[in-house]
């Protein structure tokens, strides 16, 4: 995408290494004031006619336009993890299994040949609806979590991670 983007625009246009603190809008443009995310000092702000903020879920800019808003929990929780296996099936399967009222577990490869011996890893994630917790709890998530058991993916290296 980066190649993409300095190709289609031009190396000069295409700015890495830098951290949005906010932008500021006047009649003519505006300034979007930057700092370098790897050592956090100060960069040149750019100065450009229109600011498109795609900053994600946690948006500085948005967070500017709109301070009081919060994200809200939509009830489900969901568990990641990712199993070292052999190719299932013929390794390009996509597996869903239940829906969000029952439960759901999605499970689909992610890297070929992960271990020099033709595994695979397997992403697998597992969604459960749940109902009596609060939308919204300011900055506190952590009244979202609910316990989990483990699960246990048939894995043929004994290796499963899980976050
Ligand atoms: C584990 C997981 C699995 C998912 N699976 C799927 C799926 O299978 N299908 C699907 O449709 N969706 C999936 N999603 C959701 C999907 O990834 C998101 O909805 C999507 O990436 C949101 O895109 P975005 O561009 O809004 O934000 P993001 O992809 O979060 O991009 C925001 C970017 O802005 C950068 N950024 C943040 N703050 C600043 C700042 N102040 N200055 C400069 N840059 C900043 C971030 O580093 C990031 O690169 C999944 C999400 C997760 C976490």
């Known amino acids: 995408m ?5 190709a289609a625009l031009g190396r000069d ?13 006047d009649d003519d443009g505006v300034t979007v004031r930057l700092r370098k995310t790897s050592t956090g000092a100060t960069a040149a ?11 994600g879920v946690n948006s500085t800019v948005r967070r500017q336009f709109y301070p009081d808003e919060r994200i809200a929990f939509a009830g489900i929780n969901t568990r990641r993890g990712v199993t070292r296996h052999p190719p299932i099936l013929g390794g390009r399967t996509y597996m869903r299994i239940g829906s969000i009222r029952t439960g ?26 749940v109902t009596g917790l609060p939308s919204t709890t300011g900055t506190n998530r952590a009244s979202w979590r609910i316990s989990f058991r483990s699960i246990g993916i048939g894995d043929s290296t004994g290796s499963t991670s899980t976050r």
């Open 104 to 129: 759901k577990l999605v499970v689909y490869p992610i890297v070929d040949d992960v271990d020099g011996k033709g595994n695979q890893l397997i992403n697998w994630m597992a969604e459960i609806q």
């Open 2 to 6: 980066y190649n993409a983007a300095v």
């Open 13 to 25: 246009r295409v700015l890495v290494d830098r951290q949005c603190l906010g932008v500021e809008q």
């Open 45 to 55: 702000a750019a100065r450009t006619e229109v600011a498109i903020a795609c900053d």
